[in-house]
């Protein structure tokens, strides 16, 4: 923990929302100023050499020329391959900054899942003091996630926030500064889309790519089984090694994203299983907050709710809510309490 005056100390700062698809990059007076895919292209035979990042590095997925990779630096919310993600970390910040960050570097807030062990957050430390940090402040997502959505992280009374990542999903009840109980599971957007990805393959010989399911998601995607909605997927057929469509139903996407969508739902349970019974009474008058992008699966509100009997409700700007409260934390008026910030280190 450590004294409030050092954060002070930050000035402006800058707010990164790390995430498994996604970066953000928030800077204090000028909100959100980057918004890009978390990927990296780098040359097959010198995997270090890195030619593009984000938007330029997605536009090659699934279609790289030969001698080129296109690389997830973060897995599952934590980081995978520490050299290209400090490499990434670089290049948006110098983006964010509108210039290179100098011999004294920038201070840095970063965001990170409730699951990630202490050897993962080293990691996400030292990346970030590669890429040209001097001070790094991590905050756990689900609380930057409250923050962005406009929870009081001091609020005597219980409030509930459940951050559906691209690879996490934290579960967490805050109260008077505080983290009550809490759950995280690695599971998340990206595993919804592997699940499409694994029924095309089972049930008809159909290999796509990360790429396509992730777009039959957004289009036929639905929380709960049924739907009349129609969809053509193209693809290899394994069968003939050929280039194939098929039509694909809403109701068969939902049947192939039911494992995934059941373990969000049994997080949440787990997480108010172990919550005080106080602190259960203010959750039952004021519901569930979503956040993050499986918040916006169709259909996601209304199964929590009819697994929890509680009501939920989807956060305002669900998407941001985490780089957003982790920006309202850089904000030395804000009144945030030490005990939500996970760690600190600060060099130079």
């Known amino acids: 923990?450590?004294?409030?005056?050092?954060?002070?100390?930050?000035?402006?700062?800058?707010?990164?929302?790390?995430?498994?698809?996604?970066?953000?990059?928030?800077?204090?007076?000028?909100?959100?100023v980057l918004r890009e895919p978390t990927v990296v292209a780098v040359n097959a035979g010198q995997r270090r050499d890195v030619l593009c990042v984000g938007n330029e590095a997605m536009q090659l997925l699934g279609r790289a020329p030969g001698g080129v990779n296109v690389c997830y630096p973060i897995r599952d919310g934590?980081?995978?391959?520490?050299?290209?993600?400090?490499?990434?970390?670089?290049?948006?910040?110098?983006?964010?900054?509108?210039?290179?960050?100098?011999?004294?570097?920038?201070?840095l807030m970063l965001c990170l899942p409730l699951c990630i062990t202490d050897i993962e957050r080293r990691a996400i430390l030292e990346a970030a003091k590669g890429?040209?940090?001097?001070?790094?402040?991590l905050m756990e997502e689900p609380i930057a996630a409250a923050l962005g959505a406009g929870v009081s992280p001091q609020d005597m009374l219980g409030n509930m926030v459940v951050d559906i990542g691209g690879g996490t999903?934290?579960?967490?009840?805050?109260?008077?500064?505080?983290?009550a109980a809490n759950r995280s599971i690695r599971v998340g957007g990206t595993h919804i889309d592997e699940a499409i990805v694994e029924y095309m393959r089972r049930?008809?010989?159909?290999?796509?790519?990360?790429?396509?399911?992730?777009?039959?998601?957004?289009?036929?995607?639905?929380?709960?089984?049924?739907?009349?909605?129609?969809?053509?997927?193209r693809g290899r057929s394994l069968k003939t090694g050929l280039p194939t469509s098929l039509i694909v139903s809403q109701g068969e996407i939902g049947h192939a994203i039911v494992e995934p969508l059941r373990k969000i739902a049994q997080c949440v349970?787990?997480?108010?299983?172990?919550?005080?019974?106080?602190?259960?009474?203010?959750?039952?008058?004021?519901?569930?907050?979503?956040?993050?992008?499986?918040?916006?699966l169709s259909g996601m509100d209304a199964l929590l709710e009819r697994d929890t009997g509680l009501s939920v409700r989807v956060a305002e700007d669900a998407l941001d809510?985490?780089?957003?409260?982790?920006?309202?934390?850089?904000?030395?008026?804000?009144?945030?309490?030490?005990?939500?910030?996970?760690d600190l280190t600060a060099e130079g």
């Open 169 to 179: 999903t934290d579960a967490a009840v805050l109260a008077m500064g505080g983290i």
């Open 1 to 32: 923990m450590f004294s409030k005056r050092l954060v002070e100390a930050l000035g402006g700062g800058i707010a990164i929302d790390l995430g498994t698809v996604n970066t953000l990059v928030a800077i204090r007076g000028r909100g959100i």
């Open 78 to 107: 934590v980081i995978c391959d520490a050299p290209l993600c400090e490499a990434m970390l670089k290049h948006y910040i110098q983006r964010a900054l509108g210039r290179k960050t100098g011999p004294l570097g920038v201070r």
């Open 203 to 233: 049930e008809y010989e159909l290999m796509i790519g990360s790429r396509t399911a992730e777009q039959v998601k957004l289009s036929l995607g639905r929380a709960r089984v049924g739907g009349v909605e129609h969809c053509e997927i």
């Open 269 to 296: 349970r787990e997480t108010l299983a172990d919550t005080p019974p106080e602190l259960a009474g203010d959750i039952y008058r004021r519901g569930v907050i979503l956040t993050g992008g499986g918040a916006l």
């Open 131 to 137: 890429a040209g940090a001097r001070t790094v402040l």
């Open 321 to 342: 809510c985490v780089v957003l409260g982790a920006l309202r934390a850089l904000n030395a008026r804000d009144d945030i309490p030490d005990t939500l910030y996970a």
